[in-house]
């Protein structure tokens, strides 16, 4: 069944929906993009996701064409068009078709706005039960991380680059210290049990999935350090983990070539994880 898609106000079949070969988004990758997590029907963690999307808007000075409750209704909608129950939603915005040209075109240019869904079971996720390997690979992306851009090539690279040696994904490190992974926020958990992840900077994104599972571990009495950690403190922790909209939380049980802990997903990252999803079904923003 092909899906129903948002594009510039319009509700059209996916087929039927056709962007400009002159959009910047295609030309100079001059976008943003947003992932909002559905399950049960209803949105998780939403109201982090619309926030971190207009401060995406407002750092590149772009403008989104939507209100706070329009965007909502919009979320809801695609939702309902395409009868899901489990799943993703992405969010594009860019600033809209112009002649190509280094200089952003004139402020009045409609900008591209498009939705679009995936069904996907997010429960059940093998890597959560098993846990995933990472490959340690340096961080050549542009330094403004902490704007979510379509600037998605470089982690592309390091992804398929970690395949190739035999790992799901990469954890990206620079200046000595790990940043985050090819499409996820990274932590660990030291041997005395504190949970340390980077600190928000230009460096990396602000993980939604981030912050809700450090209020969670805060809540539950965790301590947390939020500084940089090196490759070698990786290596030796406890245990491992990645967070985001699309994963929740999966445990990481190798870093190249070193063990993590036993080898098995970790008790602490697995307590988390299901905590996370509890109080996610809990919180979730279900149609008004």
């Known amino acids: 069944m092909s899906r ?26 001059d976008a943003i993009y947003e992932v909002t997590c559905v ?4 949105l998780l963690d939403y109201a982090g996701h619309a926030a ?25 909608e695609i939702v309902a068009r395409n009868q899901m129950q489990s799943g993703l ?33 997010v429960l059940n996720n093998r890597a959560a039960e098993t846990g995933i390997s990472v490959a340690l690979l340096p961080d050549l992306r542009w330094g403004r991380r902490d704007i979510k851009t379509v600037q998605l090539l470089y982690p592309s690279m390091a992804k398929m680059e970690a395949r ?5 994904d ?29 600190d928000l900077s230009h460096a990396l994104l602000a993980g939604v999935t981030r912050a809700s599972v450090l209020e969670l571990a805060q809540s539950h009495g965790i301590e947390i350090e939020e ?6 403190e990786a290596r030796a922790a406890r245990e491992a983990f990645i967070t985001s909209a699309t994963n929740f939380v999966v445990p990481v049980v190798r870093v190249d070539d070193v063990v993590i802990g036993d080898g098995h997903p970790g008790a602490l990252t697995q307590q988390l994880r299901q905590q996370y999803i509890a109080t996610q079904r809990a919180t979730a923003l279900a149609p008004a």
């Not at 002159?22 to 990758?29: H, Y």
């Not at 500084?227 to 070698?232: L, M």
């Open 4 to 29: 129903t898609v948002y594009l510039n106000g319009k509700w059209l079949p996916e087929d039927a929906a056709k962007v400009s070969i002159f959009d910047r988004a295609f030309l100079m990758g």
């Open 89 to 121: 939603i992405y969010l594009q915005l860019s600033r809209g078709v112009a002649e190509r040209d280094f200089v952003f075109p004139p402020k009045d240019t409609p900008p591209t706005l498009v939705m679009f869904t995936q069904a996907k079971d």
């Open 39 to 42: 399950l049960d029907g209803m």
């Open 227 to 232: 500084r940089a950690f090196t490759p070698d």
């Open 52 to 76: 971190r999307l207009r401060r995406s808007a407002s750092e590149l000075g772009l403008t989104l064409p939507l209100d706070d409750d329009a965007l909502l209704k919009a979320h809801h």
């Open 164 to 168: 190739s040696r035999g790992a799901d």
């Open 170 to 198: 990469a954890w990206l490190h620079e200046d000595g210290f790990v940043t985050e992974a090819s499409s996820a926020t990274a932590h660990i958990i030291t041997t005395d049990g504190r949970l340390v992840t980077r």
